[in-house]
């Protein structure tokens, strides 16, 4: 099972809207709304902000987003802040009954 | 309030074993389905196994398949992993965490363990 494609790093400014994608296969993100997406603070435990490909979690900001395309998810960031700075992982569901992560993407407001 | 609380790791040499221990409360544990998911230093997250609810059906990644054994006691609220023949590509923080109700994500996740495997 090969990790989702996630770009290395992302930037943008205070205000702006950003988005992060992952790319998967017709095994994995392509075949199932099974897409997680997960931010993570350097030396903090993961967080759950978007599943199912476009839910959101209760108590997450409605700034988050998720939306696929064939084989590609993306996670949205409307009204960048200076705490969103952090690491994003996007997960799928695979047909081979596992999940994978992608690489990882980390985050800058500049 | 989920909690979730690790223990079991350590120092250990290649080739050896280990066994973590994933404590659960704040939920009714025997409903969900339960996960471990691992980050090595300065890495990215890589999901390692998972369990069903009743404990019947488990899963695991290509990397772990055959080394490690995932179970759970739900008279104990506990979730275990079993690591064998542990290599150095192993040395990771050991996350143990619970699925959403639907199975399709994680919507909880402990502390971590960390494991070094080095000799």
């Known amino acids: 099972q090969s990790a989702l494609t996630q770009p290395a790093s992302v930037s943008g400014s205070p205000g702006q809207s950003i988005t992060i994608s992952c790319t998967g296969t017709?095994?994995?993100?392509?075949?199932?709304?099974?897409v997680s997406w997960y931010q993570q603070h350097p030396d903090k435990v993961p967080k759950l902000m978007i599943y199912d490909v476009i839910k959101r979690p209760s108590g997450v900001s409605d700034r988050f987003s998720g939306s696929k395309s064939g084989n590609t998810a993306s996670l949205t960031i409307s009204g960048l802040q200076a705490e969103d700075e952090a690491d994003y992982y996007c997960t799928s569901y695979t047909s081979s009954s596992t999940w994978v992560f992608g690489g990882g993407t980390k985050l800058t407001v500049l | 309030e989920v909690q979730l609380l690790e223990s079991g790791g350590g120092l250990v040499q290649p080739g050896g074993s280990l066994r973590l221990s994933c404590a659960a409360s704040g939920f009714t544990f025997s409903n969900y389905a339960m996960t471990w998911v691992r980050q090595a230093p300065g890495k990215g997250l890589e999901w390692v196994s998972a369990l069903s609810g009743s404990g019947a059906t488990t899963y695991y990644g290509d990397s772990v398949r055959g080394r490690f054994t995932i179970s759970r006691d739900n008279s104990k609220n506990t979730l275990y992993l079993q690591m064998n023949s542990l290599r150095a590509e192993d040395t990771a923080v050991y996350y143990c965490a619970k699925c959403l109700t639907s199975g399709t994500g994680i919507d909880y996740w402990g502390q971590g363990t960390l494991v070094t495997v080095s000799s």
């Open positions: 017709s095994n994995d993100v392509g075949a199932y709304n099974y």
